[in-house]
């Protein structure tokens, strides 16, 4: 699987922002999805998950409720949708898939070592 993140940049505190992550290569559906962050001299995070089916979804705590996971299966496309942006939000954005074909519709994972495809990143940076 190919993974393409877009829709970074530079913004102000209180911002809204959408990312999004193309994939190709196989079938999409297979894949739980997940988005994780690094920012420069720390540890890769976890941020936002989505099963296979979307209709399960899992958020690190310090986005909760700020931002959104969100998936198109026909446009092989995963979305993070982050509001009030703070910035402690700026970091590397990567898109993730997790081959989850078999483990059932409801399935995803926060764990960074259970991914098998990463994206490229896009940078989100948060002005105070």
């Known amino acids: 699987v190919q993974l393409q993140a877009s829709g970074g940049g530079l913004v102000q505190a209180g911002d809204s922002l959408k990312l999004s992550c193309e994939a190709s290569?196989?079938?999409?559906?297979?894949?739980?999805m997940g988005w994780f962050r690094q920012a420069p001299g720390k540890e890769r995070e976890f941020v936002a998950a989505?099963?296979?089916?979307?209709?399960?979804?899992g958020y690190a705590d310090s986005v909760k409720g700020r931002f959104t996971i969100s998936r198109d299966n026909a446009k092989n496309t995963v979305y993070l949708q982050m509001d009030t942006l703070k910035p402690e939000d700026t970091a590397v954005y990567y898109c993730?898939?997790?081959?989850?074909?078999?483990?059932?519709?409801?399935?995803?994972?926060?764990?960074?070592?259970?991914?098998?495809?990463w994206g490229q990143g896009t940078q989100v940076t948060v002005s105070s």
């Open positions: 989505i099963s296979r089916s979307g209709r399960k979804t």
């Open positions: 290569g196989r079938p999409f559906s297979n894949y739980a």
């Open positions: 993730a898939a997790d081959f989850a074909y078999g483990s059932g519709s409801l399935y995803y994972t926060p764990h960074v070592g259970d991914y098998d495809y």
